[in-house]
């Protein structure tokens, strides 16, 4: 998984246009490679034919059930949003650490056999994302729905026994805003989507010294509440506002929470590059948008460091983040539509190849690294 190094062995097409799709469990970023910003940013989920009923991708049955998920979603993203014929285009698809490999198999098949694109490229999400900063070292944190994950990088390489993972996210942020909500106006229903607006909206981050605060005797008052409108205009309470990001900070029974995966993840890397990460941290993903987000993260870690639970391990003064040059959102994308510009032969995998294995390679099994199998898979 080593990346190549900055101009190293890298031959630049243009071809045919690349498509690159950058597919998260709620919203999928799609557009052309060498663009500086995705072309639009849709849900992922799909009308089922049969029921009518929107679907999300990733809550499909069985691999049958998630067979033709893909076939409906892929025909919208290619004809509705892209507008292109799929029929021997390259596509570059970024994937999560966490994707599972019935999902990547089965969408592989789909693309190969039911659209018959000419190439695909599957490249790991924080991986590629590095490649909008010019530099080859970062802490990568990427922070969705469902998960929140970590993987430290150095010099291009990941450190794949240092990564990190919890279920700390918008999903959990969206159902503590739920529960709030419905103890303050238990007679309002509301849906999905209209929580994940008013978690943008009206939510923030609070900072570590009024979190520290709350619920305790001498409380500070919490911050007014707004009003949100709708269908019928409700408002949304000041502690709502305030509190419905503290779980990302909150330690769980062994002791985890994001701030914890940070500096858990410097740990399990060699000391000479501690600092070195530690002053390279990059944010992606929707989550880290909130207001607060980085001033909280940088106060829990610099408190945390210097507590008894980390003062013996680490010797980190301070901590820096990088900002990328776009929203955190599409970071990811924007990294893959930078390697999409690039001929990376031992990255892609052709339509024939395909054909002929049946199969794509898992870059991380040693067995599609072997020397003797890189006339197949170009490794």
Same mark, same amino acid.
């Given at each position: ?37 995705? $072309? ?64 990547? #198999? ?6 190969? $056999? ?23 070292? @970062? ?7 469902? #998960? ?13 026994? /240092? ?8 999903? /959990? ?10 103890? @303050? ?57 305030? $509190? ?8 769980? @029974?062994?002791?985890? !929470? ?19 990460? /530690? ?14 987000? @980085?001033?909280?993260?940088? !106060? ?31 970071? /990811? ?47």
């Amino acid at each position: 998984m080593k990346m190549s190094r900055p101009y190293e062995g890298i031959r630049y097409t243009s071809e045919k246009q690349v498509v690159v799709l950058d597919i998260g469990s709620t919203y999928t970023k799609f557009g052309y490679a060498g663009e500086g910003t995705p $072309r639009g940013i849709v849900r992922t989920e799909v009308k089922c034919p049969d029921t009518k009923q929107m679907r999300k991708i990733y809550k499909y049955i069985d691999t049958d059930d998630l067979y033709q998920l893909l076939v409906e979603f892929f025909h919208v993203i290619f004809f509705r949003h892209v507008v292109i014929t799929p029929k021997d285009v390259k596509v570059l698809i970024l994937e999560s650490l966490l994707t599972p490999s019935k999902f990547r #198999d089965t969408m592989a098949k789909v693309l190969f $056999r039911h659209f018959e694109i000419g190439s695909l490229m599957i490249l790991p999400t924080h991986l590629v994302t590095i490649s909008t900063l010019g530099w080859d070292t @970062a802490l990568v944190l990427d922070v969705g729905y469902q #998960d929140a994950t970590l993987i430290p990088i150095y010099k291009g390489v990941p450190v794949l026994k /240092a990564w990190q993972s919890l279920p700390l996210a918008s999903e /959990a942020i969206h159902e503590r805003i739920k529960n709030d909500m419905k103890e @303050a106006i238990p007679e309002v229903e509301l849906t999905e989507r209209v929580i994940e607006d008013i978690k943008v909206r009206t939510c923030f981050v609070t900072t570590l010294e009024r979190s520290k605060k709350l619920g305790a005797d001498d409380a500070p008052a919490p911050p007014p509440s707004v009003k949100y409108p709708g269908l019928k205009t409700i408002e949304i309470p000041g502690y709502v506002r305030e $509190r419905s990001y503290e779980l990302l900070w909150e330690r769980d @029974a062994d002791n985890l !929470s994001i701030p914890t995966m940070v500096l858990d993840a410097i740990l399990k890397c060699s000391i000479m590059i501690r600092h070195e990460l /530690a002053g390279n941290i990059l944010l992606i993903g929707g989550t880290t948008m909130a207001k607060g987000f @980085a001033a909280r993260l940088k !106060s829990e870690l610099t408190s945390l460091v210097a507590s008894d639970l980390y003062s013996n391990k680490l010797k980190i003064p301070h901590f820096k983040f990088h900002t990328a040059p776009c929203k955190p959102n599409y970071t /990811a994308w924007l990294g893959g539509a930078i390697f999409g510009i690039t001929d990376l032969p031992s990255r892609c995998i052709t339509k024939d190849t395909y054909l002929k294995t049946n199969r794509i390679p898992d870059w991380v099994n040693l067995i599609d690294n072997q020397k003797e199998l890189g006339s197949n898979y170009g490794v």
